[in-house]
């Protein structure tokens, strides 16, 4: 079991936008901010699930295993 997110990335986009927006509302669909937002969330996403396969790699490797780690599930809170 490994547990690691963005380590803040995801949240620092997420107050990037959320400060000239209405945070009840949330962003708009097919607006420009909502596009660029949804790609930095994403990023942040990709780069917890390589962070977590790292982790996953180096401990092994501490055990003396040298093989990839299978991973049997990937889920973060964002999925949920």
Known sequence: LVHSGSR?????F???FGKDNDHTRGL????????IY???HDEACT???RNRALIAQRFLAC??????????VD???NNV
């Open 38 to 40: 949804m790609q930095r």
């Open 75 to 77: 889920i973060w809170h």
């Open 63 to 72: 055990l003396g295993d040298t093989s990839p780690p299978q991973c049997l």
């Open 8 to 12: 803040s990335l995801g949240e620092r």
């Open 28 to 35: 708009e669909r097919g607006t420009d901010a909502y596009e």
């Open 47 to 49: 780069w917890a699930k």
């Open 14 to 16: 997420l107050r990037e």
